[in-house]
């Protein structure tokens, strides 16, 4: 079995190439010029990117991938504000690049090629939780806006005879999460503080509730989706939310740090505009049809995040 993963240097790349070596997979990534981040064990890297339809067509014939799966993308929500254009483009039109590049190496080889498109919770915007499969899309930001457009697409190809699916993915962390998440933010600080730094943490809106699991369940589900008999979307999350100020004490609380505000600022800056004060998500399709269910807790979520930062700090100090 051959697999191609696009974006595959970012933090959900690590863990789905590592699920699908396990499964004896051949695993291909996709890498864009001058990504300088490295990739990961045994993994083919072809170059290409979402932008450049072409470079996609070739990067399938040189992998002949039996499935893809699309991570790549311009992945910060408050950034897409800055420059919506380059997002719509990646997020959303290059899904469309590389629907239309699978399909054609089908048409051309007879070989049937499955791909999993990594969706998100931002599609659904200010409709209210719990979220399901058929919750209506009302998209708030240009990110959720261009992977509404993603979704449709993916919807439209399947409907063409395209094996196609998408993962509605909601927010998924890790210890190899980037800082300007919110989640690596508080970890790393906290790990920092635990050791004697008097900073203060600044975050924006406290009150916020996400429904966080952690990056390496979510990939798996993406695994049994391309698995799965029938391609479908499926809602991806633990079904739980939790707010920021949640986040917070679990951290604090895991390195023995109970008095959490002598450390904590609020700047009203960071509190982003019209964003939903909510985000749950429904998974009990992919319970029933995948028989997924995630393995780590929020709490072990927090923990292997701090836990990984409290060491990264001592080994800098050591
Ligand atoms: P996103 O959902 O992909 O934008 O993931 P983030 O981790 O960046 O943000 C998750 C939530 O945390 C959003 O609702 C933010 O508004 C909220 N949040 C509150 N304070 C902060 C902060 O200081 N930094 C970030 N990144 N998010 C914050």
């Known amino acids: 079995m051959r697999s191609l993963i696009t974006g595959v240097t970012g933090q959900d790349g690590w863990y789905l190439s590592e699920l699908l070596r396990e499964q004896g997979h051949e695993v291909f990534g996709l890498v864009t010029d001058g990504d300088l981040a490295p990739v990961p064990p045994e993994v ?38 800055q420059h919506p254009e380059r997002v719509a483009d990646i997020n959303g039109v290059g899904v469309v690049r590389l629907l239309h590049a699978a399909r054609a190496l089908a048409e051309r080889t007879g070989q049937s090629v499955r791909i999993v498109q990594a969706g998100s ?35 439209v190809y399947r409907s063409a005879g395209l094996a196609a699916s998408s993962a509605i993915l909601y927010n998924h962390e890790s210890p190899r999460r980037p800082e300007h998440f919110v989640t690596r933010k508080i970890t790393s600080a906290v790990a920092r503080i635990s050791s004697g730094s008097d900073e203060q943490l600044v975050l924006g809106n406290l009150d916020i509730r996400r429904d966080w699991g952690h990056a390496s369940d979510y ?35 895991y390195v023995g740090i109970e008095d959490w505000p002598r450390h904590v600022r609020i700047d009203p800056a960071l ?48």
């Open 121 to 155: 919770a931002e599609i659904f915007g200010d409709s209210p939780p719990p979220q399901d499969e058929q919750t209506p899309i009302r998209p708030t930001t240009p990110y959720g806006a261009a992977k509404a457009f993603a979704h449709h697409a993916v919807g």
């Open 271 to 318: 509190v982003r505009p019209a964003e939903p004060f909510e985000q749950r998500g429904d998974p009990r399709r992919a319970h029933g049809a995948l028989g997924w269910q995630p393995k780590i807790t929020f709490e072990a979520l927090v923990a292997a995040m701090v836990d990984a930062d409290v060491a990264a700090v001592r080994s800098r100090e050591s």
């Open 219 to 253: 990939m798996r589900a993406m695994t049994m989706i391309a698995a799965h008999d029938e391609p479908a979307d499926f809602v991806i999350a633990s079904g739980t939310s939790r707010s920021v100020k949640d986040f917070v004490v679990a951290a604090f609380g």
């Open 44 to 81: 083919k890297a072809l170059h290409g990117n979402l932008g450049d339809g072409a470079s996609l067509a070739a990067a399938l014939d040189a992998a002949r991938p039996h499935e893809v799966y699309n991570l790549a993308a311009i992945s910060s929500v408050a950034e897409s504000w």
